[in-house]
Every structure is written in structure tokens, then in C-alpha cells.
């Protein structure tokens, strides 16, 4: 049996996840891929807090250079941040040392320069953990889908946001008091600016990117909206229309080699869709591709377990598995996105109530102005009314004129596009919805 010696950079949430699964699946990994692994040294900012596992404390220190001066065959990267987690990893790498990390940004930021880097080195940067939690997407992508042409990738890649979305959706709650039980229970930050903002799916966005299409996208290139102007009626009358909203975050790339096209932000996704029923804190990724057609794993997107999974996998894929592809990354065109046509979901909260023929008012309105409505929904509101569409065709120039032209009073409207087409209406959306469950 070979051992092979492992230093693990930080004992947090993902970090102590890591150390269980090494002590309790060691049998299991042992028997499977034949190699012993063994902690040898634990980076913490702290030696002095209180640790979640036992019999840690001889293998804690807070000097990098001690690891290094010891030398180890892996470095496991569970601290986050960009520095100084970039410079330990590159110092390991430099030292030929493997790497393993689950650092979203750093690896969304840097990691094209340090696959190259550990190219050059002859060891690996593995990094499946920072997608997707304990789902293999970046496995997947890299070793099971080499020989198709990869067009898009949707998903639903931040836990928090689609918890958020399911309470909010499923118990007509309002955003603040989702997002503070989310706090409560864990599945937020004190700060949800990276989460409810987009920030971090985009992160993960630009990962799936470069590996599904070879191009490098910076994050700030990425169109992003958050979900908190989202209110519980805009998810009721969505649903009505044959939707759910979700989080999404979706990457196009327009012929090989082609323009690519990244956003993350709210996105109506039909309810015959397999990302629609993705509730909670679970993800999911969706890839479609010529020859395979689509592919969507589904699996918990964070957490102690699913991460730690996601690391210890990577760590026996070292030593088990063929080296990923060596990618010819580029940097691609980035198309605009928010102003592209197609159709689109629009929802107006109105000054007043709505009376019973608005529907019938609305489409009949919008045929005169030269665009129409797929369907029409509408809640006539104790105070105030809110009515939504899906337009079929989508100009800008629509944004400035529509409630006018629909004669509403509009306290505020917004747009969100759709993921597809839009869906067919009245029975025979019935029954592509019961045919998809
Ligand atoms: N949590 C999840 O569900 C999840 C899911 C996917 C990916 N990730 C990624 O995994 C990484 C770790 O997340 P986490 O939730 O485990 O974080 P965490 O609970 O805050 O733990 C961070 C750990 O790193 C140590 N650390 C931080 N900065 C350090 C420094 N400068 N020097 C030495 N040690 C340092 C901390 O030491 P002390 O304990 O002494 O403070 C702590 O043990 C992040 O990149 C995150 O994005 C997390």
C-alpha cells in the first residue's frame, strides 16, 4: 500500500469535512485505489479555538513554511480567499506538490494561470469541490464528455438563493424573512451579498466556462442580477404562467470556437424543465451537447459532507485517474446578453386594482402596439393589482413604453428572460408539464 502525505490548509466547515472522511472512509478508499493517505499537517489561523474533531492538536500549525520545510505529496486548500491562498498554492506547486482546493474565487479568478503553472511543474490542480458542492460536474466534464461539442450550461449553482426562492415561492413569504431563517439555520453568511447578488454563482460560472468550452471569462464580464427585488407575488404569478423562477446561472457558446454569452440572474425556467424542480438547497447542472443532447446532475451544492466528498474524490483521482485534458484555453468574444431578443417575462406591480377584463384589455392593447402576449396572469391585489406576461418578442425600447401603452398606473416593473422558449399555454401545457413529472 502506498501512503501518500497530505497537508490541509484551513479546519473550518470544509476543511473538518476533509479530516472525518480521511479517518472514517479509509478502509473504503484503501481498498479501492490501494494508496493510504495521511494528514500530516493542519494550516489554521487559530491553534487555540475549539476544533470539531479530536486528537488535531499536534498536527495544527499556523506557519505555511513549516509544511513546505517537511514536504508532503498533497496540499489540500480548504482557507478561501484569494490571498494568501494563491501564494501557498503556487508554492506548492513550485515544490511540485499536487494540489487540491474548493476556493471558488480563487480558482475563478487565477486558476487558467495555475493549471498552467502546475503544468509546467508536472503535478495537478484539481478543484471539483468549487463547483457544485458534492456533485461531480467538473469530473464529468473533463472525462465523460471529451467528445462533444458543449453549447450551453444552466444551473442552478448557489444553495442559499434557491432556498430563498423555494420558501419564498412555495409559503408566500417575503425576501427579508427567508433570508433571515436562512441566516438562522446556517445556509447564509452574516454578509448574503455574494449569494443573493450573483456573485458567487458567477464565480462558478466562470469555471464551468473555461472547462466547457475552453474560454476564459473574467468574473467582472459576467451580466449578473441579484434575486432581492423578487417578491412572493412575482413567483405566484409566474407559476400561474407555467414557470418557476430560479437563480440561474447559464453559459452559451455560439458555434466551436465561437462568442461566448454569461449570465447569472433571475430567469423564468419552464415547469417541464429539469431544473425547475430543484428545490431547496439543492443544485443542479444542466449541459447540453450534440451528441450526448443534455445531461443534468442534480446534488447538495455545499455543506461539511457534500465539499469534503468532493476534495477526498479529487485526492484519489490524483493518483487513479488520467490526467485531465489539456484544455487550449482562449479568451473568447463576450456577447452582451440583457438586451437580446426573444421572449421575456414581464411583471408590473400596479398603482390600483385590476378589474376582471384586464387580461383581455392587455393582450387586446398589445396587438395594437405590435408585440403580443403568450399568456396573461393577474392578481387583483387587496390595494394595489400585479400583472404578469410573457411577451413573446422583446425590443428595449419596450422597457420605456410598455405600461403606458397598457394604460396601467405601474408602481414598478421588471423584465427577466426566459430559459428556452416560451412554454405552450392552456391544455396543451398541461400536459407537456404532466409528461415531463
Ligand atoms: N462551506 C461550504 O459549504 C463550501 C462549499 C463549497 C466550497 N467552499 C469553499 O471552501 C473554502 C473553505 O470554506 P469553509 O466554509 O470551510 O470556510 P471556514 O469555515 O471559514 O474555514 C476556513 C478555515 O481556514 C482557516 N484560515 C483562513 N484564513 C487563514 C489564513 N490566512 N491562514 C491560516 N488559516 C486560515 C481558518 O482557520 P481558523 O479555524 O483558525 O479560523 C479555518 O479553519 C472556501 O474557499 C469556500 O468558498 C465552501
Known amino acids: 500500500m502506498d501512503r501518500i502525505d497530505v497537508a490541509l490548509l484551513g479546519l473550518g466547515t470544509v476543511g473538518t469535512g476533509v479530516y472525518k472522511m480521511l479517518q472514517s472512509n479509509q478502509d473504503v478508499i484503501a481498498r479501492r485505489t490501494g494508496l493510504l493517505f495521511e494528514v500530516k499537517h493542519i494550516l489554521v489561523r487559530d491553534p487555540n479555538k475549539k476544533r470539531k474533531v479530536d486528537g ?3 498536527l495544527l500549525t499556523t506557519r505555511f513554511e513549516e509544511i513546505m520545510a517537511t514536504g508532503v505529496d498533497v496540499v489540500m486548500e480548504a482557507m478561501g480567499g484569494v490571498e494568501p491562498a494563491r501564494t501557498y498554492i503556487e508554492r506548492a506547486i513550485r515544490t511540485r506538490c499536487h494540489v487540491v482546493t474548493a476556493n471558488k474565487e480563487l480558482i475563478a479568478k487565477h486558476g487558467a494561470e495555475l493549471e498552467k503553472l502546475a503544468r509546467e511543474h508536472g503535478v495537478q490542480l484539481l478543484y471539483e469541490a468549487s463547483v457544485g458542492g458534492g456533485i461531480p460536474v467538473l469530473g464529468t466534464l473533463q ?28 409559503h ?12 438562522r439555520r446556517g445556509y447564509a453568511e452574516a454578509d448574503p451579498t455574494a449569494d443573493v447578488e450573483g456573485l458567487d454563482a458567477a464565480h462558478k460560472l466562470a469555471i464551468l466556462s473555461r472547462l466547457a468550452f475552453g474560454a476564459v471569462v473574467s468574473v467582472d464580464e459576467i451580466a449578473r442580477r441579484g434575486i432581492t427585488d423578487i417578491s412572493p407575488e412575482e413567483l405566484e404569478l409566474a407559476h400561474r404562467l407555467g ?16 462568442p461566448v454569452a454569461l449570465q447569472v440572474g433571475p ?7 429539469p431544473l425547475a424542480g430543484i428545490n431547496g438547497v439543492y443544485n443542479a447542472i444542466h449541459v447540453e451537447a450534440d451528441t450526448v443532447q443534455d445531461v443534468t446532475l442534480v446534488g447538495q451544492g455545499a455543506g461539511e459532507q ?3 466528498s468532493a476534495m477526498v474524490e479529487d485526492l484519489c483521482n490524483l493518483f487513479r485517474l488520467p490526467l485531465p485534458r489539456p484544455l487550449p484555453y482562449r479568451r473568447p468574444l463576450v456577447l452582451p446578453v440583457w438586451e437580446e431578443g426573444g421572449a421575456r417575462f414581464a411583471f408590473i406591480e400596479t398603482k390600483d386594482r385590476l378589474g376582471s377584463d384586464i387580461s383581455h384589455q392587455v393582450k387586446e392593447r398589445l396587438k395594437r402596439f405590435g408585440t403580443s402576449a403568450v399568456d396573461v396572469a393577474w392578481l387583483p391585489g387587496a390595494e394595489r393589482g400585479a400583472l404578469a406576461l410573457i411577451l413573446r418578442r422583446w425590443d428595449p425600447s419596450l422597457e420605456e413604453k410598455l405600461t403606458e401603452e397598457l394604460g396601467l398606473e405601474a408602481e414598478r416593473v421588471v423584465f427577466r428572460p426566459l430559459l428556452g422558449m416560451p412554454e405552450p399555454v ?12
Not at 267 to 273: A, E, G, K
Open 143 to 170: 472525462h465523460f464528455l471529451k467528445a462533444n461539442r458543449i453549447m450551453r450550461v444552466s444551473g442552478i449553482l448557489n444553495g442559499t438563493t434557491n432556498f430563498i426562492l423555494t420558501q419564498m415561492g412555495e
Open 172 to 183: 408566500q413569504r417575503p425576501f427579508e424573512e427567508v433570508l433571515a431563517e436562512a441566516q
Open 426 to 437: 392552456g391544455e396543451e401545457r398541461e400536459e407537456k408539464i404532466s409528461s415531463a413529472q
Open 306 to 308: 457534500p465539499t469534503a
Open 56 to 58: 488535531v492538536q499536534h
Open 267 to 273: 430567469t423564468l425556467v419552464p415547469l417541464s424543465h
Open 243 to 258: 414557470y418557476k423562477i430560479k437563480l440561474l446561472a447559464k453559459a452559451e457558446q455560439f458555434g466551436e470556437e465561437g
